[in-house]
């Protein structure tokens, strides 16, 4: 697949577009923090971490080979701040399977903008990038992340019980998903 998006893409209150350098601080503000980390893989990350996840993420674009990732930041439209970011990584070629992820910064949660921004992208998946099922997975205790799945149309496929050790302890992990059928009759 290699479908050009033509960024930013709009919703009612946001503007999803490419990360660039000037992001460093304010992926900082969000990524360092411990409550954003808590159900993350990586841990809080220092300033220079942030520098460098933002360089990759700047090339994060578009989906060419199985394993891509389209990485955008989040930002309002009325004053631009940076709230977030959102994520849509390319599965399965064969199957045309995607996930979905979020991260937003706590001041900017509580407002439906990780709804908003992620419901774009998901459209993003079953359009331009065809996909036929697109996922979603996060810790069961994660009840801000699998809310946000349900709004999204999605259905809890699976709970995994203790399956993992997660930064200490047993991991308790659901996923949710969303055919792309499924998705077209939520919006007649
Ligand atoms: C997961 C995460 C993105 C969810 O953020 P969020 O702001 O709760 O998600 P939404 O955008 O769906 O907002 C929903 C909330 O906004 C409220 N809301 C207010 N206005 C709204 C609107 N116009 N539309 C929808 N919801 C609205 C909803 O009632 C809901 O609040 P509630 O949970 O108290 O019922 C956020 O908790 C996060 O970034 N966590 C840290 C990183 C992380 O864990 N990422 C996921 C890893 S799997």
């Known amino acids: 697949m290699n479908f050009l998006l033509h960024y930013p893409l709009e919703t009612e209150r946001l503007r999803l577009r490419p990360f660039t350098r000037g992001d460093v601080d304010a992926v900082f503000a969000y990524r360092s923090r411990e409550d954003v980390a808590r159900y993350l893989f990586d841990p809080p990350l220092s300033r220079e971490e942030c520098a460098l996840a933002v360089q990759q993420r700047t090339t994060e674009l578009g989906l060419e080979k199985e394993g891509d990732r389209i990485i955008l930041a989040v930002e309002k439209a009325d004053d631009g701040v940076l709230i977030g970011e959102v994520s849509l990584i390319w599965r399965s070629v064969e199957a045309r399977q995607g996930e979905l992820g979020w991260i937003f910064h706590p001041e900017h949660q509580g407002r439906g903008y990780a709804s908003e921004a992620s419901a774009r992208l998901l459209e993003v998946a079953f359009t331009e990038a065809d996909l036929h099922?697109?996922?979603?997975?996060?810790?069961?205790?994660?009840?801000?992340?699998?809310?946000?799945?349900?709004?999204?149309?999605?259905?809890?496929?699976?709970?995994?019980?203790?399956?993992?050790?997660?930064?200490?302890?047993?991991?308790?992990?659901?996923?949710?998903?969303?055919?792309?059928r499924e998705w077209l009759a939520l919006r007649q």
Not at 145 to 150: A, G, H, N, P
Not at 161 to 171: I, M, N, T, V
């Open 133 to 180: 099922r697109v996922y979603a997975r996060c810790d069961a205790g994660n009840t801000g992340s699998w809310r946000l799945m349900e709004r999204l149309g999605m259905r809890r496929e699976a709970h995994f019980r203790e399956h993992a050790l997660f930064k200490g302890g047993w991991d308790e992990e659901f996923y949710y998903a969303i055919l792309r």
